[in-house]
């Protein structure tokens, strides 16, 4: 069975600190699809990024970094030099692509990280 | 104006109403899905839909129907709300491609209440 898990339920940190955002996934298939969306107070969810599973490079935009590695089946996002407007909830969701897939994101828990200034 | 459009943004509402929830897109997607947002437990899926004949159910599908009225039409109905399907509800959409990526396209979302 497919399964996100971001264990770590809240995090809060100072302003201009780095922060990392753990994702453990599990799946059966070999072909799949992970992702990171944020919901600011707002509500809204807001893409940031997907990687497919054959493409282990690091990612970097800006002050985001993500981390994929398949042997611990982990997929881990770091923001650099953490401002106020990053306080959000963060959600880690994976897709299975796999032949008669749905196209349906299964979702962890969601991260809620506060930024204090 | 947004591509995937849900309404009522809010909605309070009382046990046993009926409530409808709609969405609609001008994406041009064939595939639309209904989520359900709980601090917590993130979203689950309730329903999905590949066309307009095609509904199926998600995790969470007790307690809820939908309906495809269109391609680009989406809704989700409660026939007898109870407290706990308070949540955020999100509808989302997502493009038709052979090998779909999982790439969803989400609307603003809409808070229901239910006392």
């Known amino acids: 069975a497919q399964k996100v898990t971001q264990a770590q339920t809240e995090i809060s940190v100072v302003e201009k600190e780095d922060v990392t955002l753990d994702c453990v996934y599990e799946t059966r298939d070999t072909t799949y699809y992970l992702f990171w969306y944020k919901q600011p107070p707002s509500g809204e969810l807001v893409f940031l990024i997907r990687?497919?599973?054959?493409?282990?490079q690091n990612e970097i935009s800006g002050r985001y970094s993500w981390n994929f590695q398949k042997s611990t089946s982990s997929f881990n996002f770091t923001i650099t030099a953490s401002q106020v407007v990053d306080s959000a909830v963060y959600f880690c969701?994976?897709?299975?692509?796999?032949?008669?897939?749905?196209?349906?994101?299964?979702f962890g828990q969601g991260t809620t990280l506060q930024v204090k200034p | 104006d947004a591509d995937v459009t849900q309404t009522p943004r809010n909605r309070i509402t009382k046990t046993g109403k009926r409530i409808m929830l709609e969405c609609s897109q001008t994406?041009?997607?064939?595939?639309m899905y209904w989520y359900r947002q709980d601090p917590g437990l993130g979203l689950r899926l309730i329903y999905y839909?590949?066309?307009?004949?095609?509904?199926n159910k998600g995790e969470i599908s007790d307690g809820y129907s939908v309906s495809r009225q269109a391609q680009a039409k989406f809704s989700l109905s409660l026939e007898s709300a109870i407290p706990n399907q308070t949540a955020l509800y999100f509808c989302?959409?997502?493009?038709?491609?052979?090998?779909?990526?999982?790439?969803?396209?989400f609307g603003e979302g809409s808070r229901l209440t239910v006392l």
């Open positions: 994406k041009g997607h064939d595939r």
């Open positions: 969701a994976l897709s299975e692509a796999g032949s008669g897939n749905t196209g349906k994101l299964i």
């Open positions: 839909s590949f066309d307009v004949k095609d509904i």
């Open positions: 989302a959409t997502s493009g038709s491609d052979r090998k779909p990526t999982g790439e969803l396209f």
């Open positions: 990687r497919n599973s054959f493409d282990e």
